[in-house]
């Protein structure tokens, strides 16, 4: 049974940092992309960013220059490192991973990220 589990989410200033952790059971050698989304209230669950299991990242416009992903094998974790937070950035972030001969990515259960003074 494959699970992802987000930590790393809180209440932040604008123009402060948050990491984000997503800790996978099992191997992430499996998982050939994972990815980072995120769903504000009323609105659609988005890309942030992602990568592949090679490090290839991409990331949406409207964090490319702030935010960071990447994974660690041997830990079996993948981050999102934010800076500059902006209030636009607050939702629930989701993180996410495809495996080879599954249609159907696996999910975690989210974590808040809430940028506000």
């Known amino acids: 049974q494959v699970q992802l589990v987000e930590s790393g989410g809180g209440l932040v200033q604008p123009g402060g940092s948050l990491r984000l952790s997503c800790a996978v059971s099992g191997s992430m050698l499996s998982f050939y992309a994972m990815g980072w989304y995120r769903q504000a209230p009323g609105k659609q669950r988005d890309m942030v960013a992602t990568?592949?299991?090679?490090?290839?990242?991409n990331y949406a416009d409207s964090v490319k220059g702030r935010f960071t992903i990447s994974r660690d094998n041997a830990k079996n974790t993948m981050y999102l490192q934010m800076n500059s937070l902006k209030p636009e950035d607050t939702a629930v972030y989701y993180c996410?991973?495809?495996?080879?001969?599954?249609?159907?990515?696996?999910w975690g259960q989210g974590t808040q990220v809430t940028v506000s003074s």
């Open positions: 990568i592949t299991i090679d490090g290839r990242t």
């Open positions: 996410n991973a495809l495996r080879s001969g599954r249609a159907i990515p696996y």
